[in-house]
């Protein structure tokens, strides 16, 4: 079995990518996204962290999350949001995923891949760059035409916040480098 390292620095801001089991496509439901709200809501109680960038697309999601100072544990908080959306969720959203023998005898269920991506964020301009690949993802992905049409995303917090206008990335797209967001 392999042993994954991750790169920890205390009470710094990371990026995270969580995928689906199998890329099914249920986070953007009503219950999928009201328990993850309410997930997120319940750790943050116990571990708390800033979420500074937010996009929910309906197999993935990526995020960027600042630590306080002196915590680095972002594993637990991302074990603990997937356990309570699974335990609250499941059944409601009753997907017909196949679970593979591995997932049995570890008793996982059929909501969440294993792992997580996450990438440390290193200054403003690496800062800005992730914000900009969460932003744009829905366009990316065909689930929309411009970053503003899409519902579930703290990009129509940034306009208000004046970080991005209102027509960010209608007439072009921004300049993601390559390395954001394949880390």
């Known amino acids: 079995m392999p042993n994954y390292r991750r790169l920890t620095q205390a009470g710094s801001t990371y990026f995270f990518t969580q995928v689906t089991y199998q890329r099914r496509p249920w986070l953007c439901s009503d219950i999928a996204r009201e328990t993850l709200r309410t997930a997120i809501a319940q750790v943050r109680k116990t ?33 603990l949001i997937k356990t309570f959306v699974t335990k609250h969720s499941a059944n409601q959203l009753a997907l017909d995923a196949q679970l593979t023998a591995s997932r049995q ?6 909501l969440w891949q294993r792992r997580f991506w996450e990438h440390l964020i290193r200054d403003e301009v690496d800062f800005a760059r992730h914000c900009d690949y969460i932003h744009y993802n829905p366009v990316k992905h065909g689930f929309c035409q411009t970053p503003n049409q899409w519902r579930f995303s703290s990009f ?22 390559n390395g954001v967001g394949y880390e």
């Open 47 to 79: 571990y708390p962290f800033s979420i500074e960038a937010f996009v929910l697309l309906p197999d993935h999601f990526h995020c960027l999350w600042t630590l306080p100072d002196g915590d680095s544990n972002y594993s637990t908080r991302l074990r």
């Open 105 to 110: 005898k570890r008793n996982e269920g059929n």
């Open 156 to 177: 129509h917090r940034f306009v208000v916040e004046g970080v991005y206008s209102e027509d960010w990335g209608v007439d072009e797209m921004p300049n993601i480098s």
